[in-house]
T-cell receptor, first 119, second 111 residues
Framework: GAVVSQHPSWVICKSGTSVKIECRSL??????MFWYRQFPKQSLMLMAT?????????EQGVEKDKFLINHASLTLSTLTVTSAHPEDSSFYIC???????????????FGQGTRLTVV | LAKTTQPISMDSYEGQEVNITCSHN???????ITWYQQFPSQGPRFIIQ???TKVTNEVASLFIPADRKSSTLSLPRVSLSDTAVYYC????????????FGGGTRLMVKP
């Protein structure tokens, strides 16, 4: 199957600093990528939809100025958590759809996730 | 988007067949049913997808009745490594919409 890679897998940062998470589709092009956040023992919550070459669409309650999303190419989307606070500590996951829909039986491919801990 | 309902948790033993049922009463005509598996601290992994009747692959089977208001994921002869959370999702795979995750089912396989 297709591969979506996230980097870093885990990161620890100080409160008030910014952290960037990368999401790459390694063997396909993705016009749309999705960013999710998952707290312990909870389900994935969609944060925003990232569209290549345009502004991201944020879900209700997600601060766009705090969670900056850039989708500069068909294989890369980045999520920057600005001025991070301990309550931003979570598991962040991206997913991507194959633009060419070569993988007909699969809706989306997920990255391995990034564990963010803000201290 | 169609809402899904699954049992919160299930227990099983190694070697048994496990069936996890998902209800999706508001499924639309163009919606497909997709199941994902998630291990702790990992992203979800695609298991199987179907539209109607039965779909089988090397890891699971998916049974969908004629009214499509529910679906059952069947895992044959589970092992300890199948302990994970299983999510049932419903959506139009051709619409490019985001995937909305419900609560999922936490499967615990015991020795």
């Amino acid at each position: 199957g297709a591969v979506v890679s996230q980097h870093p897998s885990w990161v620890i940062c100080k409160s008030g600093t910014s952290v960037k998470i990368e999401c790459r589709s390694l063997d396909f092009q993705a016009t749309t990528m999705f960013w999710y956040r998952q707290f312990p023992k909870q389900s994935l919550m969609l944060m925003a939809t990232s569209n290549e070459g345009s502004k991201a669409t944020y879900e209700q309650g997600v601060e766009k100025d705090k969670f900056l999303i850039n989708h500069a190419s068909l294989t890369l989307s980045t999520l920057t958590v600005t001025s991070a606070h301990p309550e931003d500590s979570s598991f962040y996951i991206c997913s991507a759809r194959d633009k060419d829909r070569r993988h007909k039986n699969t809706e989306a491919f997920f990255g391995q996730g990034t564990r963010l801990t803000v201290v | 988007l169609a809402k899904t309902t699954q049992p919160i948790s299930m227990d099983s033993y190694e070697g048994q067949e496990v069936n996890i049922t998902c209800s999706h009463n508001n499924i639309a005509t163009n919606d497909y049913i997709t199941w994902y598996q998630q291990f702790p601290s990992q992203g979800p992994r695609f298991i199987i997808q179907g539209y109607k009747t039965k779909v089988t692959n090397e890891v699971a089977s998916l049974f969908i009745p004629a009214d499509r208001k529910s679906s059952t994921l069947s895992l044959p002869r589970v092992s300890l490594s199948d302990t994970a959370v299983y999510y049932c999702l419903v959506g139009d795979k051709n619409a490019g919409n985001m995937l909305t995750f419900g609560g999922g089912t936490r499967l615990m396989v015991k020795p």
